[in-house]
């Protein structure tokens, strides 16, 4: 049985900068990916990293703007180190050899994004996911005797011991099928975001929301639940992301009558209003009939305003993308987009340094919320969470690694995971298909759970998760073999997915106001007296999900109206 230190489920940049920090820290650790780590999801994101580079820029600047970005959800005292801690972090990853793009004098350049009041998001292209984490991976592959790889390894489930402590996991190799329990003296749970819930989603495939589920049935909260962000700029046809930094480098939005109609709804900052803002704005313009394409269910993004060398220099990515995908040349004419399903806020509920309310089970990045982003993130913001509490968490696993014997861990979870894979793969073909029930999941989120909420489509929404959790007991797979068998953990992923999705209903149902990313058509203010708090939703024992409430934590801005 492989033991370790420090187990990190994930090796996109939350879990492979948790590597480091905790090798760095003198433990032993085991990265497990159920994905190549450079197939990690990370690797698609594009515009890139906020930080208060710049002398004249302040990182109290940077926590000002996310803390309205989040429209004041947000927890000021994880923005604060998360915005003060950015600068040293951005110049670390250029040391490591992360070719940030530079400008004419050879200083960092630094893009305007959405919500910002600055210029301060280093990039590569519009390849920064991409960039990061092939550096990061050269850095761990130095690591041979402090990190073991397990890559192509899939999490089935979280062990803790009987005193309630994360020990360890059970993993099976896709490539064999094998099983295997992994002790640990602490787990990192760094396994991304849940954006597979909806249809369409800029999020891969892989992004089925495993470590929220896994976390949520050892009884860890979730907390943001219901603030699920939908990105202003995804293609019409197919939801693939067109980056804000085509809105950074000035593209802007048309409706149908030609008029940039941001400057009705964010007069300040246009098209880099913040991403619910704008969300809201092209949903409005569509649903009043101002949209533009076939069935007016699109809004034209305009990027041929940008310099065509600058585009082919800077935007490089979304011109294949245009060509590609939508048949359209970015640089000669413009784009139809709408707002689709992009990023979740909310996640295992963490404190500052990772820990989450299980003594020995931390998490980072997307799967975790500290909440460094409330109700809406900024663009850019992400991949800088990833790495300042990847970071943290590694270093005080480690350090609680240091002070405690290795955990003694039984075969009783890796049995037990190992029935319930032979349960699926046994299933005769009388339910339902796993890609049915997953359809059908994906399209009721974006019908009922998406940018404008009521209490009604909440409420199908939940009856149709509740009766698909049902239906996905008895789903059917075609492949009954052990290698690479992407059909069984399929049925593995639905079931995450549907425990998260029925978190974010049960959290939008409960938020009555509209707040960030979270729009109540019928509670269309933002009622601070009664909702300024977070929700949270745990699973203690059965499958009824129970509500509870924590506190914001206000360091130095008080709540105040939100204009852009
Ligand atoms: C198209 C796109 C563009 C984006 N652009 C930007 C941007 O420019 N700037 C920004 O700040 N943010 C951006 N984001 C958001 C950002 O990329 C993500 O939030 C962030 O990269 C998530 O990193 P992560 O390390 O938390 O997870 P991921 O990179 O998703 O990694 C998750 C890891 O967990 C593993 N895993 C999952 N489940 C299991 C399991 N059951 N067993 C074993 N392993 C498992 C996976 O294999 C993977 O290694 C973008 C997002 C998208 C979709």
Redesign the pocket.
Known sequence: MPAHDVLI???????QRAATAAADAGATVAL????H?VR???V??????NAAINPADDWRSHAFDTVKGSDYLGDQDAIEIMCAEAPAEVMHLEHIGVTFHRNDKGELDLRPFGGASFNRTAYVADI??QALLHVLYEQILKYTEKVDRFEE???TSLILDDEGQCVGAV?RDVRSGRMETFAAKNVIL????SGQCYKPT??AL??TG??MAQAYRVGAPLMDMEMVQYHPTTLLENGF?I?EGARGEGAYLLNADGERFMEKYAPNKMELASRDVVSRAEQTEINEGRGVGDDGAGIYLDITVVPRKRTLEALREIVNIGKDFAGVDITREPILIRPGQ??IMGGVKTDINGATSIPGLYAA???ACVSVHGGNRL??????D?LIFGRRSGEHAAARAAVMPMPHVNDDALRSDSDMISEIIGRDRAGRRVSEIKEELGTEMNRNVAVFRDEAGLRHAHEVVRRLKEEAQSAYIDDRGTVFNQDVLGAIELGYMLDVAEATVIAAIERKESRGAQFRTDYPERNDDEWLKHIDISRNGDDTPDVFYSPVTITQWQPEERKY
């Open positions: 489920i994930g090796a996109g940049l939350a879990g497990l990916s159920k994905v780590p990690s999801h990370s698609a994101a594009a515009g890139g990293i920064t996911g390894w899939f999490v993993a760094a396994s991304g975001g800029t999020n892989i992004c495993d470590g992301l980056t992009h990023y990045g997307e799967v663009g850019a913001n992400s991949l800088l990833t």
